[in-house]
Nanobody, 115 residues
Framework: QVQLVESGGGLVQPGGSLRLSCVAS????????QNWYRQGSGKQRELVAG???????YYADSVKGRFTISRDNAKNTVYLQMNSLKPEDTAVYYC?????????WGQGTQVTVSS
């Protein structure tokens, strides 16, 4: 089993920044990918950013150039640096690990972008 705990969410003004963290514990090996998803009110959950085992990253078009995913394997932590935040980035952000054949999810952290 794998446990994921997110932190770093909060209220920020448009144009501001936040850094989300996801700490993993448990049977962490042979990770296929580490991802951040988000779900806005009344919307479907969507992939925001991810990093695969070789270090390659990918981003949703809506966050390219503003968000950066990174990881610290020694700390079993994956980060999402979010800059130039917009009101439409408001959502619950979820950490996801894909360790074949299972997906593991954190409990989510709320990000609210508002003046």
């Amino acid at each position: 089993q794998v446990q994921l705990v997110e932190s770093g969410g909060g209220l920020v003004q448009p144009g501001g920044s936040l850094r989300l963290s996801c700490v993993a514990s448990g049977s962490i090996f042979r990770i296929n990918s580490q991802n951040w998803y988000r779900q806005g009110s009344g919307k479907q959950r969507e992939l925001v950013a991810g990093v695969i085992s070789d270090g390659s990253t990918y981003y949703a078009d809506s966050v390219k150039g503003r968000f950066t995913i990174s990881r610290d394997n020694a700390k079993n932590t994956v980060y999402l640096q979010m800059n130039s935040l917009k009101p439409e980035d408001t959502a619950v952000y979820y950490c996801n690990y894909h360790i074949f054949p299972k997906n593991y999810w954190g409990q989510g952290t709320q990000v609210t972008v508002s003046s």
